[in-house]
C-alpha cells in the first residue's frame, strides 16, 4: 500500500474542514479566551492556520531550530487575513505533497530549541503530528465558537448547529 496518496487525501480533508472553522472566524473576538491559562482567539486560529503549512516546511527542510528564529508567529487582527493566509498556505503545501515520492517520506525531521531535541520524526511521522495537532486546536476553536454562540461548522459529520438549522 502506498502512504502517499492516503496522506494528501487526509490533508486535503483536513484543510476543507480547517477552511470551515475559518471562514466563521468573528470580527471583534480576537483577544475572547474562555480561561485566563487559554490561547486567546485570534493567536488559535492563526495557530491552525500556519499549522496547514507545516507540510510545506517539513518537506523542504531538515529541521526546525526555534532558538535560530526559524519560526516566527504570524500575526492578524482580521478573519479575512486568515483566510488568505489559510488558502496560501494549503497551496504551498499539496504543492510539495505533490512533488514528493513515497520514499521520500521516510527522510528525517527534527525540531530544535539550540541544541536540545525536541523530537525526532521520519517526515511522514511529522506530517502526521500536525494533522494530528490542526484537529486538536480546531476542535479547542470550536469550544470557543460554541461559548460565544458563533456557529461550530462539522467536523467528520455535521455539527449540531448544522443539524438543526
Known sequence: METLPNL??????????????????????????????SMKMMPLATHIVEIVGWPEIILNTEKLDFTAGDYQPLKF?????????????????????NQLSEDGLNG??????GDQL??????????????????????????????NEIPVPGSYGPS???QYI
Not at 487582527?77 to 505533497?97: D, I
Not at 528525517?108 to 530549541?113: P, T
Open 8 to 37: 494528501k487525501t487526509e490533508f486535503l480533508q483536513e484543510y476543507e474542514t480547517a477552511k470551515k472553522f475559518i471562514e466563521n472566524f468573528p470580527e471583534g473576538k480576537n483577544d475572547y479566551a474562555p480561561h485566563e491559562k
Open 77 to 97: 487582527t482580521t478573519g479575512k487575513e486568515l483566510n488568505q493566509k489559510l488558502e496560501e498556505f494549503y497551496n504551498k503545501s499539496y504543492a510539495a505533497l
Open 108 to 113: 528525517k525531521w527534527a525540531m530544535y530549541m
Open 118 to 147: 525536541l523530537a525526532d520524526y521520519t517526515k511522514y511521522s511529522a506530517i502526521r503530528h500536525a494533522l494530528n495537532q490542526l484537529t486538536h486546536h480546531r476542535a479547542q476553536l470550536g469550544v470557543y465558537y460554541r461559548l
Open 160 to 162: 449540531a448547529d448544522e
